[in-house]
């Protein structure tokens, strides 16, 4: 009896656990003062880390929950462990973010609000729209796969957001 492995475009009950988990690194992020995005990598080990957006805080437009997690995550695992490891983002990654997941080595994303949804709520800032680039797109221009899963959870999601961008 051969043991197939699951298919890791799906979302699973265990990627919802670690979702919701991601989703409330977004809620901290917010209570703190950030953006609402957050995100966790779990590797195969079961090692978890956290990486919450810093975008205010900092002052550093590139503090994105998902790039902070890939600093965070590469300097304490081997590329081996990224390749087998899962990101979890209460948000999908936007095309800064994406990269930063493919040049990292993470070979998986699961993600909960998709980026159009993400665009529905956030107007113009600065006059500059939000990019309109799914990371799908992005992973799918580079040399090696990175599977994704998502949406799921997407009112979850969504109501981290509930009055976050409104004038």
Known sequence: MTSERPDPTIVSSADEAHLRHAIEVARRSRAEGNHPFGAVLVAPDATVIEGA???????DPTGHAETNLVRLASARLDVEQLGRSTLYTSTEPCAMCAGA???SGIGRVVYALPEQGL???VPSQDGEPTMDLPC????ARGGRTVHVAGPALVAEAAEVHRGFWDA
């Open 101 to 103: 997941v493919y040049w």
């Open 53 to 59: 957006n810093s975008v205010v805080t900092s002052g």
């Open 119 to 121: 665009a529905a709520m």
């Open 136 to 139: 799908r797109e992005v992973f």
